[in-house]
């Protein structure tokens, strides 16, 4: 029989995700802040949990996906948190983006007691989690992925193990890295081309068949167009992930100095209120730049 798993956090990813596990067989039980999230649920045929507490009893997996290193924090521990109220021997595999250091220490306090944890978090958008292509960075033992493969393989395509415990979280601060300076490039891109008058979409289109095509071109190309900013990916979750990428750069002497610019700039975009936009609203920072 397939294990039963307990899902924490339906947000843009969540939801989507936890749904790929129902349509693939498993038994889904979730708690998340939103009531309209848990509805979504329950009509996509999961069981509503009360509590992290009555989510996690039962599961032999414990899936995870909420914001931050803060939100990790106060899900896993205290008297109402997961590691306290799950069964030894189960699993958890928390696929949010946050700091290596804080995926290290969850495992460490979770083997004190009897739980396995694997840092799994993803890329590709809320396009790839609907799509169930995401690709899907793992940090942790050997023996746990083994047995989570099969469930990650219904949420993603990509599943690579790349080491010890942390290590998924050390490759999604790279990849967000790469993420921001490409969305940058295209966005100056954008507002160079406009300014001097070339057709928006022709141009995109013929770039994107070309070394300077990308999955962010294909996948943000409307964004640009249309000037319609609905994430998809918060700049407010990007601005986070700089700030990861930053840290443990600086923590092992990597210099940065193209991500320390973007860095900034998506700084700027959320002191001007435009946190809850999505991610290619860089497009915005550079029209400002530029006059556009
Ligand atoms: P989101 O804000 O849409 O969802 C987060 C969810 O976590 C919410 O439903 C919220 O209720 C829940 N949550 C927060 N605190 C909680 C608590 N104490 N108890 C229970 N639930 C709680 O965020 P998202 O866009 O789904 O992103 C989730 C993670 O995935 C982030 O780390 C993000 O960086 C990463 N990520 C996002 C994308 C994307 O395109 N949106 C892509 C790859 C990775």
Known sequence: TLPKIAWIGLGIMGSPMSENLI???????????????LDRLAAAGGTVAGSIAEAVRDADVIITMVPASPQVEAISYGPDGILENARSGALLIDMSSITPQTSVDLAKAAADRGIRVLDAPVSGGEA???EAVLSIMVGGEQADFDLAKPILQALGKTIVLCGPHGSGQTVKAANQLIVAVNIQACAEAVVFLEKSGVDLKAALDVLNGGLAGSTVLTRKKDNFLTRDFKPGFRIDLHHKDMGIVTDAARNVGAALPVGAVVAQLVASLRAQGDGGLDHSALLRAVERLSGA
């Open 23 to 37: 349509k693939a067989g498993y038994d889904v039980t979730g708690f998340t802040l939103e009531q309209d999230k």
């Open 128 to 130: 790839g989690a609907i």
